[in-house]
C-alpha cells in the first residue's frame, strides 16, 4: 500500500475506491493494522505542532513523509469535532461527500475488528464504539435535537438538554433520550438487537408500526428474531469492553464463539458440536485477540484449533 494512499485516507482526502482499498489492506494482516496505527499516530501528533511540517515519501520502511502544513487551528476544529482516545484504539475517518460537508457537517467513524474507540461530541456528549462498528454524527448540532446513527455497538454518556432531545437511529429501532448512560447493540447483520439502561430514562421506537417502549434504569429490551423481551440487567462486566474487557458469566462456549466471531470478524467453525454446551466465566483483555481467547478455554476444555491455508479469518474447532 503506498504510503501517499494511507495518508490521504487518514486526511480524509480519500476517494471511495481507495477507502475501500486502505479498509480492505488494514484487515488483511496485523502488519498492515500496525502500519496503518504508527502512521496515523503520527499524523495527529503532528497537527498539535502550529505550522508544523511534516515529510511524506512514497517509500513506507523509511518513515519520511512529503511536506505539508498543518495549523492549529485545524486541530481545534478537528477536535470540536471529535477526540479519538489513541491509548484505547484507533478508528477509521470516512468523510462525506462535499455536498455532505457543505449541509450537515456530517463525519462517519468506523472502528475495525478487534479494536474500540472513544468519540466527545459537540455537546460534551461521550460515545465508547465497539468493534466493527459504524457511527455517523453531525460536526455540530442542530436548534432541535441531536440526532446520530449507530450500527454495531455504543455506550452512551449523553450531556442533560431538556430542549433538545437525543436520538440514535438504528436499523431497527430509534432510541430518544434527554440525559443518561446506556448501551446500544444494533449490528444491522444481525438480527439481534439490546439496549441497557443504566441511568436516566430512554424511550425505544420501532422504526416500521409498532407501539415505543420506555425503560426503566437497570433494565435492558432484547430483541431477538423479532421477539421483544424486557429483563433487569443482572450482568454489568458485559458493558466493560469500553475498558477493554470481554467479559463472560456462565456462557456456553457456543455464546463465547458468537461474541468472538462479532467482535474480531472471523468465522469459527466449530466441527467439535458438544464443546458448544460447555459453560465458562472469566475476562479476557480484547488487545489480546481471538486467539488467546482459545488458548485460555483450551486449558478448560479439550479441543484443538486450525486456521486453514494461513486464513485468518477461519477458524475451525476439532
Partial sequence: METKTLYRYISGDATVSEKKEVMDWIESDQEHRKEYLSLQKLYYLTIWQDDATVALSDNIST????????????????????????PIA???????????KKNAGMQTIYVPAGQRALIT???????WLNAKTKFTFPSNFDNDNRTVTLDGEGFFCVSQ??????IVRTGQYNIKVLGTEFNVQA???????????????????????????????????NVVDGLVKITPI???????????????????????????????????IAQNKQLLNHRYSGKFR????????????????????????????????K
Avoid at 477493554?244 to 469459527?268: A, H, S
Avoid at 478455554?297 to 477461519?314: A, G, M, T, V
Fill in 63 to 86: 518513515r519520511s513523509f512529503f511536506t505539508r502544513k498543518l495549523r492549529i487551528r485545524k486541530l481545534i476544529e478537528i477536535a470540536a469535532i471529535f477526540i479519538v482516545a489513541f
Fill in 90 to 100: 484507533y478508528a477509521c475517518i470516512f468523510w462525506g461527500s462535499e455536498a455532505q
Fill in 121 to 127: 461530541l459537540s455537546d460534551n456528549s461521550k460515545v
Fill in 161 to 166: 438538554n431538556k430542549q433538545k432531545p437525543f
Fill in 187 to 221: 449490528y444491522k447483520d444481525n438480527t439481534t438487537f439490546e439496549t441497557a439502561l443504566l441511568k436516566g430514562s430512554v424511550q425505544i421506537e420501532p422504526k416500521a408500526h409498532g407501539k415505543q417502549i420506555r425503560l426503566e434504569p437497570n433494565n435492558k429490551m
Fill in 234 to 268: 443482572t450482568q454489568y462486566d458485559s458493558f466493560r469492553w469500553k475498558d477493554g474487557l470481554l467479559c463472560f458469566d456462565n456462557n456456553t462456549i457456543g455464546e463465547m464463539f458468537k461474541k468472538l466471531e462479532l467482535y474480531f470478524d472471523v468465522t469459527i
Fill in 286 to 317: 480484547l488487545d489480546d485477540g481471538v486467539e488467546q481467547v482459545l488458548k485460555t478455554l483450551q486449558l478448560h476444555s479439550e479441543f484443538q484449533y486450525e486456521k486453514p491455508n494461513d486464513n485468518n479469518n477461519i477458524i475451525i474447532i
